[in-house]
T-cell receptor, first 113, second 112 residues
């Protein structure tokens, strides 16, 4: 157990819908990262928050957004969902920056039908 | 941006033999290279990392080597065991643009 929690574990929804994925980092970690893992694309970095502020952006679609709250938990919002958004979404946390050990949560498996 | 290529995509090794997975990166400014192991249905976990001021790092049966000139780094697993079966991902980042860029993964199977 890494200490990072994610909810829900599984999510099934329809195209065009909107969902919210939640992540709680390890105690003491200030950085939260979101990754998308699909079969053909490996692990893709989406976005990083550090102590409530957006710090780095990767290949995140405009239909996706995220935020980190004062208690440091983070939410990833996915809207206007498409079939291709079906994937495993991981959250990770670290004390501060990228060049430290990132601890991954168990992931949320999203299936868009 | 950074591009990380990883080979092979699949690797089968007899138990007890060694396994080597190679990655090349494109950004000469990259200076941090972690390796993650992901068992089936589980989360990725860091197994070893190396920074650009070091050429080699070992942790028991696992070692990573870095060749900055050639821009490649490799994961070496010796005396492989069944529990080493997993997908291994390499990654790279640099201090100025710290996003971790991952390789496409290597599925390692240890044959008993």
């Amino acid at each position: 157990d890494s200490g990072v929690t994610q909810t829900p574990k599984h999510l099934i929804t329809a195209t065009g819908q909107r969902v919210t994925l939640r992540c709680s980092p390890r105690s003491g970690d200030l950085s939260v990262y979101w990754y998308q893992q699909s079969l053909d694309q490996g692990l893709q970095f989406l976005i990083q928050y550090y102590n409530g502020e957006e710090r780095a952006k990767g290949n995140i679609l405009e239909r996706f957004s995220a935020q980190q709250f004062p208690d440091l938990h983070s939410e990833l919002n996915l809207s206007s969902l498409e079939l291709g958004d079906s994937a495993l979404y991981f959250c990770a946390s670290s004390v501060a920056g990228f060049q430290e050990t990132q601890y991954f949560g168990p992931g949320t498996r999203l299936l868009v039908l | 941006g950074e591009n990380v290529e990883q080979h092979p995509s699949t690797l089968s090794v007899q138990e007890g033999d060694s396994a080597v997975i190679k990655c090349t990166y494109s950004d000469s400014a990259s200076n941090y290279f972690p390796w993650y192991k992901q068992e089936l249905g589980k989360r990725p976990q860091l197994i070893i990392d190396i920074r650009s001021n070091v050429g080699e790092k070992k942790d028991q049966r696992i070692a990573v080597t870095l060749n900055k000139t050639a821009k490649h780094f490799s994961l070496h697993i010796t005396e492989t065991q069944p529990e080493d079966s997993a997908v291994y991902f390499c990654a790279a980042s640099n201090f100025g643009n710290e996003k971790l860029t991952f390789g496409t993964g290597t599925r390692l199977t240890i044959i008993p």
